[in-house]
């Protein structure tokens, strides 16, 4: 029986993201994936500037790829609601309304949030697998779990049962790997949704402004389309029960329903699909060798695009654990702290998506269309006896639900007072929806709480989640600055982190490097200045929080563990800090007597 380190079953972005992360720190690992290429029907598009900046830090070449397919900020800006594609809107949100607060969003990362269809981001996050030397990605493979026994399958006749110091399970909602851990998923259904991926290129003609998402009021149908580049969209809608055409003869509903929707019939169906809307997290992250990441610890509604978004987090979360578990000696124990961490941050990415999702009520419920009803219905189908009905008879009841809501939207069609004022009522609503579609305080100001994260301070407040605030709060995410490297190249302070130990950012290096020389620590400390030399005015100086002698201490995944302001001679309570909660993640380094990095010496970047 052959043993390899890590195996991470699903290529998706999760599984992806941990593969390219692993590789930066020298760790083979093995990726399979049952499809041989990449799924064409898009699911997400959200991708938030703090995936962005991870996905750099694993792979360059794979942000460059990303950058090129990264559509304008100035296309992607409108939300729409609408009673089809052609009407005149209800009302419009413009997030590009506030410059000012566009102007701020930027001073937060070297990215911006963006807009690219999983259908064309998959396809390079598995040309960035392909082209890594380090990682033995197979398409077309089959993972199945034993115990700690895992059987490996390909399409054809290869098999192998290995059993791998980890295995993470990256293989999606349907996650095959967690059922066979009996890791159970707790939370509610909220919706059945189908959906259609279309080309029409004549949608928006003539230089019409083309909302990014259109949430659409329409006597047959009611559900949201999103803008994909080259005149590709998705249209979604909920459903009750499988019998419903919807799923079970989707091409022919679907051709019933778009000319309604868009107004045309020029149009090419690329792609159906189905899946379920839950709010659900898997009741354990993590059992002995097995870890689950992405989609398979835990499923958000599609209301804020937190989903994928934070697959990514919980890869980036796991890769330097791994590292340091795997190169330098760490107990697997250390692993413990992956679910400790992000287990608060996911259940409130889960609670606000919902509350995204019931808030569209808002603007709906004069019209007598809300997704508490959808919910109850749902609810309501699913407990009817399958057994005993027929599915035929199932499919014409859940029609018949689903019409005698849809068509309640016939009265905003009239040329009449009260639709006027339906309408007005609906409009007045929707600027309360930004939050939906503007959320860079969860963003970037998510937090995490540990035995390693010191606990001097209290944790991390939960800050707001539209707006960021920018902390060096132990826990919280580095801020984000433009400093002078060693060189003298400007870098954001998040290329300045040590992938290996402790970065200790200071405004007065050369004093702690001085303390720091004549000591001992048990973990390896990389020392970066703030701002260049004598630049008492740095911008860096004030957003970090510790004057300008204090320091903030950061893990090579970004976030802040340790802080002071009251300068080097605090580096007694440093050193406590580190033998308490950081002398068993480098024992090998501690075995050495520590090892100790002067300023801009990134060495252990590798």
């Given at each position: 029986?052959?043993t390899?380190?890590?195996?991470i079953?699903?290529?998706g972005?999760?599984?992806?993201t941990l593969?390219?992360?692993?590789?930066?720190y020298?760790?083979?690992?093995t990726?399979?994936?049952?499809r041989?290429e990449?799924?064409?029907?898009?699911?997400a598009?959200v991708?938030?500037?703090?995936?962005?900046?991870?996905?750099?830090?694993?792979?360059?070449?794979?942000?460059?790829a990303?950058?090129?397919?990264?559509?304008?900020?100035?296309?992607?800006n409108?939300?729409?609601?609408?009673t089809?594609?052609?009407?005149?809107?209800i009302?419009e949100?413009?997030l590009?309304s506030?410059p000012?607060?566009l102007a701020?969003?930027?001073?937060?990362?070297?990215?911006?949030i963006?807009h690219?269809?999983?259908?064309?981001?998959?396809p390079?996050?598995?040309k960035?697998?392909?082209s890594?030397p380090?990682?033995?990605?197979?398409?077309g493979?089959?993972?199945d779990?034993n115990?700690?026994?895992?059987?490996?399958?390909?399409?054809g006749?290869?098999?192998?049962?290995?059993?791998?110091?980890?295995v993470?399970a990256?293989?999606?909602?349907n996650?095959?790997?967690r059922?066979?851990?009996?890791?159970?998923?707790t939370?509610?259904?909220?919706?059945?949704?189908?959906?259609v991926?279309?080309?029409?290129?004549?949608?928006?003609?003539?230089?019409?402004?083309?909302?990014?998402l259109?949430?659409?009021?329409?006597?047959?149908?009611?559900?949201?389309?999103?803008a994909?580049?080259?005149?590709?969209y998705?249209?979604m809608?909920?459903?009750?029960?499988a019998?419903?055409?919807?799923?079970?003869?989707s091409r022919t509903?679907?051709?019933?329903?778009l000319?309604?929707?868009?107004?045309?019939?020029?149009?090419?169906?690329?792609?159906?699909?189905?899946?379920?809307?839950t709010?659900?997290?898997?009741?354990?992250?993590r059992?002995?060798?097995l870890?689950?990441i992405?989609?398979?610890?835990?499923?958000?509604p599609?209301?804020?695009?937190?989903?994928?978004n934070?697959?990514?987090?919980?890869?980036?979360n796991?890769?330097?654990?791994l590292?340091?578990?795997l190169?330098?000696?760490?107990?697997?124990s250390?692993?413990?702290?992956?679910e400790?961490?992000?287990?608060p941050?996911?259940?409130?990415?889960?609670?606000?998506?919902?509350?995204?999702h019931?808030?569209?009520d808002?603007?709906?419920a004069?019209?007598?269309i809300t997704?508490?009803?959808?919910?109850?219905?749902?609810e309501?189908?699913?407990r009817?006896?399958?057994?005993?009905?027929p599915a035929?008879?199932?499919?014409?009841i859940?029609?018949?639900?689903?019409?005698?809501?849809?068509?309640?939207?016939?009265?905003?069609?009239?040329k009449?007072?009260?639709?006027?004022?339906?309408?007005?009522?609906?409009?007045?609503?929707?600027?309360?929806?930004?939050e939906?579609f503007v959320?860079?305080?969860?963003e970037f100001?998510?937090?995490?709480?540990?035995?390693?994260?010191?606990t001097?301070?209290g944790?991390?407040?939960?800050?707001?989640?539209?707006?960021?605030?920018?902390?060096?709060?132990?826990g919280a995410?580095?801020?984000?600055?433009i400093?002078?490297?060693?060189?003298?190249?400007?870098?954001s302070?998040?290329?300045a982190?040590?992938r290996?130990?402790l970065?200790?950012?200071?405004a007065?290096?050369?004093?702690?490097?001085?303390?720091?020389?004549g000591?001992?620590?048990?973990?390896?400390?990389?020392?970066?200045?703030?701002?260049g030399?004598?630049?008492?005015?740095?911008?860096a100086?004030?957003?970090?929080?510790?004057?300008?002698h204090g320091a903030v201490v950061?893990?090579?995944?970004?976030?802040v563990?340790?802080?002071?302001?009251t300068?080097?001679?605090?580096?007694?309570?440093?050193?406590?800090?580190?033998?308490r909660?950081?002398a068993g993640?480098?024992?090998?380094?501690?075995?050495?007597?520590?090892?100790?990095?002067?300023?801009g010496?990134?060495?252990?970047?590798?």
């Amino acid at each position: 029986m052959a043993t390899e380190a890590i195996v991470i079953v699903g290529a998706g972005a999760a599984g992806s993201t941990l593969a390219l992360l692993l590789a930066r720190y020298g760790i083979e690992s093995t990726v399979v994936d049952e499809r041989r290429e990449t799924r064409l029907h898009p699911a997400a598009h959200v991708i938030n500037a703090r995936t962005l900046e991870i996905w750099n830090q694993a792979s360059p070449e794979l942000g460059r790829a990303l950058e090129a397919i990264t559509p304008p900020i100035d296309t992607v800006n409108i939300i729409r609601w609408c009673t089809d594609v052609r009407s005149d809107p209800i009302g419009e949100i413009d997030l590009l309304s506030q410059p000012d607060r566009l102007a701020e969003v930027r001073t937060h990362s070297s990215f911006l949030i963006s807009h690219i269809g999983q259908h064309l981001l998959m396809p390079e996050l598995w040309k960035a697998l392909e082209s890594e030397p380090l990682v033995d990605f197979r398409r077309g493979w089959r993972a199945d779990l034993n115990g700690e026994r895992l059987t490996l399958r390909s399409q054809g006749s290869d098999s192998a049962v290995i059993a791998p110091r980890f295995v993470v399970a990256a293989d999606g909602a349907n996650s095959t790997l967690r059922d066979a851990a009996g890791i159970a998923m707790t939370g509610p259904v909220l919706a059945n949704m189908g959906s259609v991926f279309f080309h029409a290129p004549e949608l928006y003609p003539d230089g019409a402004s083309r909302p990014l998402l259109s949430w659409i009021y329409h006597p047959r149908f009611s559900g949201v389309m999103i803008a994909h580049a080259d005149d590709d969209y998705v249209l979604m809608t909920p459903y009750l029960h499988a019998a419903q055409s919807i799923a079970s003869d989707s091409r022919t509903y679907w051709n019933a329903i778009l000319p309604n929707v868009i107004g045309s019939t020029e149009y090419q169906i690329r792609s159906t699909g189905t899946w379920t809307m839950t709010k659900q997290i898997a009741d354990r992250f993590r059992s002995g060798p097995l870890l689950l990441i992405g989609d398979a610890a835990h499923r958000f509604p599609h209301t804020g695009g937190f989903g994928l978004n934070s697959g990514v987090q919980d890869a980036h979360n796991l890769a330097w654990k791994l590292a340091a578990i795997l190169q330098d000696g760490a107990s697997d124990s250390l692993l413990d702290t992956y679910e400790t961490e992000r287990r608060p941050v996911v259940t409130r990415f889960a609670e606000q998506s919902t509350n995204n999702h019931f808030k569209l009520d808002e603007v709906t419920a004069s019209l007598g269309i809300t997704n508490r009803s959808l919910h109850k219905a749902t609810e309501l189908i699913g407990r009817l006896p399958l057994g005993r009905v027929p599915a035929p008879a199932i499919a014409r009841i859940a029609d018949a639900l689903t019409t005698a809501q849809t068509s309640r939207t016939k009265r905003l069609l009239r040329k009449t007072d009260r639709s006027s004022k339906l309408r007005q009522r609906m409009a007045a609503a929707i600027p309360g929806q930004e939050e939906h579609f503007v959320a860079s305080g969860l963003e970037f100001g998510y937090a995490y709480a540990s035995p390693l994260i010191d606990t001097a301070e209290g944790r991390c407040p939960e800050g707001d989640v539209a707006l960021y605030h920018p902390t060096t709060h132990p826990g919280a995410r580095l801020p984000h600055v433009i400093i002078s490297g060693p060189d003298g190249a400007q870098l954001s302070t998040h290329g300045a982190i040590a992938r290996k130990g402790l970065t200790v950012f200071t405004a007065d290096p050369q004093g702690w490097i001085d303390i720091i020389s004549g000591s001992t620590t048990s973990v390896p400390l990389t020392v970066v200045a703030l701002g260049g030399a004598g630049d008492a005015n740095h911008p860096a100086i004030d957003l970090f929080e510790v004057g300008d002698h204090g320091a903030v201490v950061v893990r090579p995944d970004g976030h802040v563990v340790w802080r002071t302001d009251t300068g080097p001679h605090a580096l007694d309570s440093l050193h406590r800090f580190i033998e308490r909660s950081w002398a068993g993640v480098y024992p090998r380094a501690a075995a050495d007597g520590g090892l100790l990095l002067s300023e801009g010496r990134l060495g252990t970047e590798g």
